[in-house]
């Protein structure tokens, strides 16, 4: 009301001046009404601004220049009051769509995660939890409620192994580390926990994102299953040695007879046997390696010299495929001869095996740095880029049209690999599909 006597008092005293208070004072509640109810609600102060105006020019009686004056800059004023309603309603609209679409996305990805078959932990960039799903609750079997720091809680918040402390102070991914959980019901369960690190747009980590899943059962599945071959492997292996025993008391008696046809049958036998043999040993070996019960006994010896002795050992075996050291240096290791053999000795077959007859074979022993290394390299079908990695896998076999006509379970790569890696050494391949392969391998001289 004051301020409408003070606008009638400039129009009156002044008809072309309007007070500034009248103008900013009414502006600010057009403002206040648009921003706060939108547009309609910015149009109505406007509208009601309008009424008042004319209502305080009609109770004044004005006549004249002086009518037509406040009539005209109430119209200039209206037209912009509603034009500053109409931009700060849109504005406020803008606002409350954006906060909306929001809000739907928030809801969306609460759905999703609620919705996941695995445990999720979502929290802040200090490890306190923002987010979590029943599922969590289920694995766990407790709560981990909001707000939650999680660096207090096993096995989450050793730094060194937490994969969510990991993701947070690196900023890259952590994939399914395994951990074992004592559940407060007593249940003891193996989890695979993978966290990533969720970063702003310019590139700080402000929050991550742990995925948790239950692999008890699945654990239970491979140890049962693991046992069964450690068992099958076993029973395989005691009636294989004393059909070995036999086969060779026997060639030296048919030797007597001088049977040539007979001979050729047993040594057939004794080579089948001897296949037998390995596929159990290497059975056995691969379940060793799985439940982590396969020990080395390591002693100091010549690695050339033992690269040499089985060099000869096999120079016999391989299909018209001469077997050349290119070059060998002495070096020493501490290591279990034995394994080592295995591993030089499926190299070399491996090379034989997937190579035409005729080829050479050529190993190389050399020093790099601290490491001794072997590298056995044949001229066969190669290997393709992608397929690298994967031969190192348990019971992986290159599955071309080609490769299906060799033998084999694919378990001698995965054994070599455990072998050398166990002896803090490492195994890789290089190769091209035609163009044959070179197999290496490094393992650590005696200081
Ligand atoms: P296996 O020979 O019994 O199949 P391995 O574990 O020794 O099993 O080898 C895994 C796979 O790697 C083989 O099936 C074969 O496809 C590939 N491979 C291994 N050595 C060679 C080689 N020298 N040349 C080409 N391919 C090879």
Redesign the pocket.
Known sequence: MAMAEIYVYWISGNPLSISLFAIFGLLALIIYFSFRSGIPGGFATVTLTIIYYFYIIQSRNYTGDQLTNGIRTTLVLGLLYYFIAWIIGGLRQIIDNLIEREANEKRRLQAIVEQLPVGVIITDSEGLVTQTNSQLRNILGFDLPLGYRIEKEEPLHEPHSSPLFQALSTGKPVVSKEFTINRPDGKKITVLISSSPIQSLSGKTIAAASIISDVTAQREIEDRKNDFINMASHELKTPLTSLRLYIDSLSSRVKDFKDARAEKTLSSIKFQTERLQDLATGLLDVSRIQTGKLSLNKESFRLDELVKEIISDLQGSTRNQKLILSRSVGASVIADKFRISQVLT?LIT??A??SPPGENITIEITKTGRYAQVSVS?K????NKSQHKK?FDRL???TDAK?KT?P???????ISKEIVKRHGGTIWVDSEKNQG?I?YFTLPLTK
């Open positions: 499926n491996n090379a095996k997937y044949d066969g079908i190669g290997i031969i992986y076999q290159v490769e060799f084999g379970l694919g378990m001698g790569l995965y392969s197999f």
